[in-house]
Each structure stands twice: as structure tokens, then as C-alpha cells.
């Protein structure tokens, strides 16, 4: 099947060609044809499975049949995405694939000036791409109109979902008219989202592409058990060993990434660190540089890396697991992507063994643990607190561990009486 037996326009097969793409993905097969019939449809697909231009594609398709208004033009289609780089990636594709339609196509998202959104708006648009946030400033400044929408997408939902956005969602869907057509997009399907898509779809397709709640097959994952105080120094081992150029890490908190990319740094690895704290400029900049071979290791946490979309990046790295294990398959769903190999590390240690447990239930399957040797799972204080046959020793008030000291033996009679008889010879020949 090619591009052209799904129903295409001319204008569209042309982009698609330019890009270098032939065939279809299962997603795009499936989505494309039901979507450009004006169906509902809620996927279930992975990253990097060409979900994107899976519904980019026909939304162009029916916003190009229709002739925009000659006076202003209102948003016609919303795609609402949980981050912003994800909104500036979808916003980039619609751009791309529509180059030859006489659409307009607008971004909004936070963390930037809101002026030239503004601007843009006033402009006039057809297709907008928005976090729900910076969504709401607009609607209630009145500076975007969402009265004449036709078609919604929600895309990763279970991520906006995860992240609270459910409240700013449900504010949007009240500025929306009723008969507009939906399309919901999650890699993970949970009983939240199931209950999100029976509320807000009608009569709705479901196109699943690959098993729920799993990983893609082109991405193989390891799980190498580590002492916590050793796993920065495996990790930097293990980049330069195996010459890794390009190695996305996952953190949870901001202040561990800051902390784990100047680490890296000392280490001699070019490092840097995106999150919620880092301003966009500096984001884009990061993941530019990233993307140019200019950084070695981007470290990120779960916020900001949503829509970290990175031709055949080969390796992803946990270095600390997530809470929520649905954040696990996100995760590691930023490599094996477009059909290409993918590897995903996660450095595990003691006390996040239960967080495994959770994310096995999740895929359903064991993963791989394999040991490094030199970086056993245990750290030498632990090593000693457990080895067999070690009398324990009562604690101090510090808690620290008193050392045991032998007793001297005491003397026998024997020994005694022959060094009164050494002591009194040395005082006769004084």
C-alpha cells in the first residue's frame, strides 16, 4: 500500500514524497482512510510510529476541501499536546506537509512572550497547535476564538492526563461546539483515558496498532542492577566503553538532572540538561545542539521530554525509574523509531526494585537484568552489613557501628611466674 491508495491530494502526496516516505506506517493506514471520513477515532499506538502525520495528514486534507473565509480566519482544527516541545514538533509537521496548501498554521505554548502569539492569531488561522495553558491565557485575554472548530486532537492524552491537565481540558472542550469531529491519541491505554474517550468521542473507531501498554519491538531493553552511590560512574563507563554518541537520560527531578549533567560534564562528556525550569530558549537550544552532535548526553526529566522527536536516536537511558510506570513506556519510546533499533538501559538500584516490579506488571513481560562487572548491586557498606556469619555489633548513640577490639588473654600461671624470674635477674644486673 502506498500513500496514494489512502485518498490523498495531490498536494499532500507531493510533501509526503519530498520527505522521503513511501509507504504508510499500520497507524497511517488504519487512522488516515477513517479520519478523512469525519469518524471519531481513539488510537492506541507507540511513539515513533508515525502517529503525527497519521491525523496531520487527513486534518489538512478536510480543512483544504473547504475554503477558508476571506475576511478573519478563526481556527478551524486544535490540536492540544501536553508539551511544548511537542507542540512546536506537530506544529513543524502540519507546516511541512501543508507547504503547498493555502492553509495557515499557528503555535501557542508557554514559556515565551505572548505578544507575537497574539500577533499571529490576528493574522488569521486555519490549524492551530496549543498547550492547554497558554490556551486558556488566550481565551481569557479573547484573543483566540475557538468557536468555529471542526475537528479536535488530543494527542497523548494519558501523558495530559498524568501531568493534571485534565480541569484546563474540560475549560476548552466548553469553548467548543458539539458537532466537531474528535481524535484521541495515547501509547497507553488505562482506565482514565478509557473513561476521558467515552465522554468526548461519538461512536468512535478504535485503531490499536500494537499491544496495549507495551514497548515498541524495535526498542530491546536491559536492566543492569547498581549500587545508587555508583550509578553516575557506570553510566559515564558505560558511554565512553561502549562510544555512545548519542544518549537520551531520564531523571525525576529537575534538581537531579542539573545535578547528573554537571557531573557528566566534570566526567568529560558533553552534557547538557532540559526541564520545566530551563526557560524554552534554552530547551530549543539544548536539543538543537543534541540533535547537531554538538552535546553527547541530554538529560531531561518526564515534563520535558515529551515531543523529543530525534531521528534513529540509539539510546535511552534510566537512570532513575519513574513513579508512574506508563511514563516508563514514553520513555523508552523516544528511541526505536520510523522501524529503526533502539536500546533502552535502565540503572536500577535497591530501593527502586518495587518501581521494576510495577513496570514489568505494566508490559507484561520480565526484563532483561544483566550485571556489570566491577558495579555489583550492592555497596560496600551494604556488602559488609551482609556477610554471612558477621557478628553485629551493638550501635552508638550515633548509630554508627561500634568496632568489636579483642581482649588481651589473660595470663596463665605458668606464663606469670617465668617473667617474675626475667624481672629479678634484670634487677640483679642493675
Known amino acids: 500500500m502506498t500513500f496514494r491508495d489512502l485518498g490523498l491530494s495531490s498536494d499532500l502526496l507531493r510533501a509526503v514524497a519530498e520527505q522521503g516516505y513511501t509507504q504508510p506506517t499500520p497507524i497511517q493506514r488504519q487512522a488516515i482512510p477513517t479520519i478523512l471520513l469525519g469518524q471519531d477515532i481513539f488510537a492506541s499506538a507507540q511513539t515513533g510510529t508515525g502517529k503525527t502525520a497519521g491525523f496531520t495528514l487527513p486534518l489538512l486534507q478536510r480543512l483544504g476541501n473547504t475554503s477558508p473565509s476571506q475576511g478573519h480566519r478563526t481556527p478551524r482544527a486544535l490540536i492540544l499536546t501536553p508539551t511544548r516541545e511537542l507542540a512546536a514538533q506537530v506544529s513543524d509537521s502540519a507546516k511541512t506537509y501543508g507547504k503547498y496548501l493555502s492553509l495557515r498554521v499557528a503555535v501557542i505554548y508557554g514559556g515565551i512572550g505572548i505578544g507575537q502569539q497574539i500577533h499571529s492569531l490576528r493574522r488569521g488561522v486555519d490549524l492551530l497547535v496549543a498547550t ?10 479573547k484573543t483566540v476564538d475557538l468557536s468555529q472548530i471542526e475537528i479536535l486532537v488530543l494527542d497523548e492524552s494519558d501523558r495530559m492526563l498524568d501531568m493534571g491537565f485534565i480541569h484546563d481540558i474540560r475549560k476548552i472542550l466548553a469553548k467548543l461546539p458539539s458537532s466537531r469531529q474528535t481524535l ?41 542492577p547498581v549500587a545508587r552511590e555508583r550509578k553516575r560512574e557506570l553510566l559515564a563507563y558505560m558511554i565512553s566503553f561502549h562510544n555512545w554518541k548519542q544518549v537520551l537520560v531520564f531523571t525525576r527531578t529537575k534538581y537531579g538532572a542539573n545535578r547528573l549533567a554537571e557531573q557528566l560534564a566534570k566526567d568529560g562528556l558533553k552534557t547538557a540538561a532540559i526541564h520545566g525550569n530551563k526557560t524554552q530558549a534554552a530547551r530549543t537550544r539544548a536539543l538543537n545542539d543534541f540533535k547537531q552532535g554538538k552535546v553527547r548526553v541530554l538529560v531531561a526529566t518526564d515534563v520535558a521530554s515529551r515531543g523529543l522527536d530525534i531521528e534513529q536516536l540509539p539510546h535511552v537511558v534510566n537512570f532513575e525509574l519513574p513513579n508512574v510506570p506508563e511514563d516508563y513506556v514514553h520513555r523508552i519510546g523516544r528511541t526505536g523509531r520510523a522501524g529503526q533499533p533502539g536500546r533502552a538501559v535502565s540503572l536500577v538500584c535497591k530501593d527502586e526494585y518495587s518501581l521494576l516490579d510495577n513496570i514489568e506488571q505494566l508490559l507484561n513481560q520480565t526484563l532483561v537484568k544483566k550485571v556489570i562487572s566491577g558495579y555489583e548491586p550492592i555497596s560496600p557498606v551494604e556488602l559488609e552489613l551482609e556477610q554471612p556469619n558477621r557478628k553485629r555489633s551493638k550501635p552508638r548513640r550515633s548509630n554508627r557501628a561500634k568496632p568489636q577490639i579483642p581482649s588481651e588473654p589473660k595470663p596463665t600461671q605458668k606464663s606469670t611466674s617465668v617473667g617474675r624470674r626475667i624481672q ?6 642493675n
Open 132 to 141: 492547554p495553558g497558554r490556551l486558556l491565557d488566550h481565551l481569557e485575554q
Open 184 to 224: 484521541m491519541f495515547s501509547a497507553t491505554y488505562s482506565k482514565t483515558i478509557q473513561q476521558l474517550a467515552n465522554t468526548l468521542l461519538k461512536s468512535p473507531s478504535l485503531i490499536e496498532v500494537a499491544c496495549r501498554n507495551t514497548a515498541s519491538e524495535q526498542v530491546e531493553q536491559v536492566v543492569h
Open 424 to 429: 629479678k635477674k634484670l634487677e640483679r644486673q
